[in-house]
C-alpha cells in the first residue's frame, strides 16, 4: 500500500552564476572545414545546430530549433494573447492570467531553466558532441531569451562531453559580455555567396514550395531541416512578395511570413494579420518581437481608429512587461476616438506615470480615464481601473481617496456572487499597504492575512517569500523581535531552497530591495545581500550567536520534492521544520553573498535546532503551497508524506516504523483543498477551477468520487472502508493532495 510518496527521479539542477559566458568560435569557411576542426564524424549526427543569422521571429527560437532536432516536445504558450479582441469586460480575464505569470516569476527564464534541463539530458543521451549557433548578423537581435538559454546551457553543459560553440562569419553580433575563445586561426572571411532570407533551419516541409531558392551548400539534419550557410546569407532582401506567398500556403510558417510582410508593408497591407502574429509572439515570451512587428505597422498606419488599436496593443504589453517609462511617453488618444479606444489609452499613459513617481501628470489621465469607462458595461475592467487610480491618489498624497477607491472595490467585492480572486488579493494586499502606512498595523495585519489566505495551497515560490517579507517587517515595525526573527528567517529559507531564484517576481524583488517597480527584478547576489543583513540583524536583536563559519563546504538548501533519497531527520520548533540529510547536496547558485546567506542560515538554524549540526543538505517543505511547518504535527505528517522515520521537535525525539507511519496516516483528517474556487458537476466527470494559477482539471472514477464525499468521513480510515477497502486510494488520496484538490492533515 502506498502511504507516502515516492520519490520520483528529478531532472538535475544546473549550478549557475553571475560570470560571462565562455564560449568556443569557429570561424566559418565550409562545413568539411568545420567537421575537421570540430573533430567528429559527421556534423548531422554530432552536433545541434540553431540559425539566428536573420534574427529571432518565434519567442524562445533557439529552444524550438533544438527540441525539433532532439525529437523532444517545445513548451507551450506562456502568457494570454494581448490583441483588441479582447479589450472588453474578456480583458479582465487575460489581466488575471498576466497576474499569475507576474506572481509565479520570468516566465522566459523559467522555460528556458526547465526546458535546458530537458535538452541537457537528451544531449547526453544521445551523445552529442556540439551544439553550435549560428548568431545574428548585423541588424539583427538575439532576443533576450535565446542569451538566457544559452547561458544556461553553457553553464549546464559544464563537466559533460558535450561543448557550445559559435559559428561566427562577417559581420556577426556576439554579446558584449561573452567570453568567445578561437581555438584555430581566423582566415580570409568569405565573401556574400548569396542572399536567402528566410530565417532559421529550414523546416523539410518548405523544401519544395523553395528548392529553386535554396543554396546548393546547404547542410542537410538528421531530422530533414536544412542549415543554410553562412555565408549564403547576404543584407539584400530580394523578392518578398514571392516569399511571403510561398510562406501564406505552408502551415505552420506564419511566423516567417511577418518577415516578408514587413518588408512590403503598407495602409492597404493585411494589419489583422500582423496584429495577430504580434500576439503570438508576445504569448511565446518573444516579447521584444511583438513590440518590432507593432511599431512596425504603427510607422506605416494612416487610418486613427486602426492606429489607436495597434498603440492600445502596445501600450497594454508595455504594462503586462513593466516598461513604465516607455508607457508614459506615449502621446495622448485623439478626443474624436471611441470611448472604450480613449479609456484604455489614457489609463496606459497614465499607468506609466504613476509607476515613474509621475503622479501628478498621471491624475488627469485617470480622471478621464474613469470617466470614459463604464463601469456597467466593464465591471471588472473597472475595478482595476479603480486600483491604479488608488495608487495614484496615495502617491499625489490624498490618503482618504486611495482608501475610498480601495474600499469601494472591497465593497463591489462583497455584493458578488462569483468571486473574482485575483482582484481580492490585489484590494486585499492594497488596504494592507494602506493600514501599514498610517500605522493601524493590525488592521494591516488583518488585510495581509485575508490576501494571503486566497493562495492558501497554491503559493508559488514568490508567493512564500514575499508573504513572510510583509509580515517580518510588520513585526518589526511593531518591535515585535521575536515574531519577525521567525518571519526573516523563513523568508531567507524560501530564497535558498527556490530552484530557480533569477526568476523572483520582481515586485517581490524590488520588495526587498526597496526599489520603486519595473521591468527590473534583481540580482541573485543583491537580493541574497539584502536578506543576509535582515536577518542577521533580527538575530542580533534575539541575542542569539553566530558562529564564524569554516571552511568553503557551504550547506545546501532545496525543495524536499527534489530530494533524490529521503532524508534522514526531521527538527524543528516554534515557528519553522525542516529536514536534513547528511549527504551534500547541490547548490543551484554561486556567489559570494548567496553562499554567505547559506552559511547564515545554517549557522541560525543549528541555534534554533542543535541536532541539526553536521548535517549537510537542508530540505523545506512548503506542504503543496502553504508554508514550512510550523508545529510538531504538520512536520510529522510532513515526514509520513516524505518517508522521514526520525523527528526531533523542540526537546522531543519521535521515530516511526512504516507501520506507525501508517496508523497516522489512518488517522489523518481528509479536506477539501482551499485552492478550490468552484466546481462543474457534469454526468460522469466533475471539472474543478481553482483560485489562482493552475488550469481546469477533469476527474472522474475513484478520483471524483473522493472529491465528492470526502466532507462524509472523519479520518482517512473511515474514507477507506467507505471505498470498498481498495488499497489504490491512497495513491488516488496523494495524487489528489499533489494536485491541490484535497489536504490531507493530522
Known amino acids: 500500500m502506498e502511504f507516502a510518496k515516492e520519490i520520483e527521479r528529478v531532472l538535475p539542477n544546473i549550478t549557475r552564476s553571475d560570470e560571462p559566458v565562455r564560449i568556443s568560435g569557429f570561424h566559418f569557411e565550409s562545413w568539411d572545414r568545420l567537421q575537421q576542426q570540430l573533430g567528429v564524424d559527421r556534423l548531422d549526427e554530432s552536433c545541434l545546430f540553431s540559425d539566428l543569422s536573420m534574427g529571432a521571429w518565434k519567442g524562445h527560437w533557439i529552444l524550438h530549433e533544438l527540441c525539433l532536432q532532439l525529437g523532444i516536445d517545445a513548451y507551450s504558450y ?10 472588453g469586460e474578456e480583458y479582465a480575464s487575460v489581466i488575471n492570467r498576466l497576474i499569475d505569470n507576474e506572481s509565479i516569476g520570468d516566465q522566459n527564464f523559467l522555460i528556458a531553466y526547465e526546458s535546458c534541463k530537458r535538452i541537457l539530458a537528451e544531449i547526453q543521451a544521445k551523445e552529442i558532441a556540439w551544439v553550435l549557433i549560428v548568431p545574428p548578423a548585423l541588424g539583427h537581435s538575439w532576443e533576450p531569451e535565446n542569451e538566457i538559454l544559452l547561458r544556461l546551457l553553457s553553464q549546464g553543459l559544464h563537466g559533460t562531453s558535450c561543448q557550445l560553440g559559435l559559428l561566427t562569419f562577417a559581420g556577426a553580433v556576439v554579446p558584449g559580455d561573452w567570453q568567445v575563445s578561437h581555438a584555430y586561426p581566423l582566415g580570409d572571411y568569405l565573401p556574400s555567396a548569396g542572399s536567402f532570407p528566410v530565417a532559421g533551419l ?13 543554396p546548393a551548400s546547404s547542410l542537410r539534419l538528421a531530422g530533414g531541416q536544412l542549415l543554410i550557410p553562412p555565408s549564403a546569407r547576404g543584407k539584400e532582401w530580394t523578392d518578398p512578395a514571392f516569399f511571403a506567398n510561398a510562406l501564406r500556403e505552408q502551415g505552420g510558417a506564419a511566423h516567417l511570413r511577418v ?20 500576439s503570438r509572439r508576445f504569448s511565446e515570451g518573444g516579447y521584444g518581437i511583438a513590440l518590432r512587428i507593432l511599431e512596425s505597422i504603427r510607422a506605416e498606419m494612416r487610418d486613427a481608429l486602426k492606429l489607436a488599436g495597434v498603440v492600445s496593443q502596445i501600450q497594454n504589453i508595455r504594462i503586462a512587461l513593466m516598461y513604465f517609462s516607455a508607457a508614459a511617453e506615449e502621446a495622448a488618444p485623439e478626443e474624436n476616438l471611441p470611448e472604450d479606444y480613449k479609456a484604455s489609452l489614457y489609463q496606459s499613459k497614465a499607468w506609466g506615470l504613476v509607476m515613474t513617481n509621475r503622479a501628478q501628470e498621471a491624475e488627469p489621465f485617470f480622471e478621464k480615464a474613469r470617466s470614459y469607462l463604464s463601469k456597467e458595461r466593464f465591471p471588472r475592467v473597472y475595478l482595476y481601473l479603480l486600483n491604479i487610480s488608488a495608487l495614484n491618489k496615495l502617491k499625489t498624497g490624498e490618503l482618504e481617496q486611495a482608501f475610498a477607491f480601495e474600499k469601494e472595490i472591497e465593497a463591489t467585492l462583497a455584493e458578488q456572487k462569483a468571486v473574482d480572486w485575483h482582484i481580492r488579493y490585489i484590494n486585499s494586499i492594497n488596504l494592507a499597504r494602506l493600514y501599514k502606512k498610517t500605522g493601524a498595523y493590525d488592521l494591516a495585519r488583518t488585510y495581509y492575512l485575508k490576501a494571503f489566505e486566497v493562495n492558501n495551497s497554491l503559493k508559488v515560490e514568490s508567493d512564500l517569500l514575499y508573504a513572510n517579507l510583509c509580515f517580518a517587517q510588520l513585526e518589526e515595525r511593531q518591535e515585535n523581535h521575536k515574531t519577525a526573527f521567525i518571519f526573516w528567517l523563513r523568508t531567507c529559507l524560501h530564497w535558498l531552497s527556490n530552484e530557480a531564484p533569477e526568476a523572483l517576481a520582481p515586485r517581490v524583488a524590488q520588495a526587498v530591495l526597496a526599489r520603486v517597480l519595473s521591468d527590473r527584478g534583481g540580482s541573485v547576489e543583491a537580493i541574497s545581500a539584502q536578506l543576509k543583513q535582515a536577518l542577521l540583524a533580527s538575530a542580533q536583536r534575539m541575542h542569539i550567536r553566530i558562529e564564524p563559519w569554516e571552511g568553503e563546504n557551504y550547506p545546501s538548501f532545496c525543495r524536499i520534492e527534489r530530494a533524490e533519497e529521503p532524508p534522514d531527520i526531521a527538527l524543528g520548533t516554534a515557528g519553522i521544520g525542516v529536514m536534513a540529510s547528511s549527504n551534500a547536496g547541490q547548490s543551484v547558485y554561486e556567489g559570494v553573498h548567496y553562499r554567505s546567506l547559506q552559511a547564515l542560515c545554517y549557522r541560525v538554524l543549528c541555534s ?3 541536532d541539526l549540526v553536521g548535517y549537510r543538505s537542508i530540505y523545506t517543505d512548503s506542504q503543496f503551497g502553504n508554508e514550512l511547518p510550523v508545529s510538531a504535527k504538520e512536520l510529522i505528517a510532513s515526514c509520513i508524506r516524505h518517508r522521514v522515520g526520525k523527528v526531533v521537535f523542540a526537546e522531543k525525539k519521535y521515530s516511526f516504523s512504516e507501520s506507525e507511519q501508517m496508523r497516522f496516516l ?28 493552475r488550469t481546469p482539471v477533469l476527474l472522474s472514477g475513484l478520483e471524483k468520487w473522493v472529491l465528492e464525499n470526502v466532507h462524509r468521513y472523519a479520518d482517512v480510515r473511515q474514507l477507506h472502508v467507505a471505498g ?17 484538490l484535497i489536504t490531507i492533515y493530522l
Open 78 to 87: 506562456v502568457q494570454p494573447l494581448i490583441g483588441m479582441e479582447k479589450e
Open 608 to 610: 534554533l535546532l542543535p
Open 724 to 740: 470498498n477497502g481498495e488499497d489504490r486510494l491512497f495513491s488516488v488520496l496523494r495524487r489528489l493532495e499533489e494536485k491541490r
Open 666 to 693: 489512518m488517522s489523518s483528517k481528509v479536506a477539501i483543498c482551499p485552492a478550490i474556487a468552484s466546481v462543474d458537476r457534469q454526468k460522469d466527470q466533475i471539472r474543478v477551477y481553482f483560485k489562482r494559477y
Open 202 to 214: 529550414l523546416d523539410a516541409g518548405l523544401l519544395p514550395r523553395l528548392q529553386d531558392r535554396i
Open 259 to 278: 518577415v516578408f510582410e514587413l518588408q512590403q508593408l503598407t495602409s492597404a497591407s493585411d494589419i489583422a494579420f500582423l496584429q495577430w502574429e504580434a
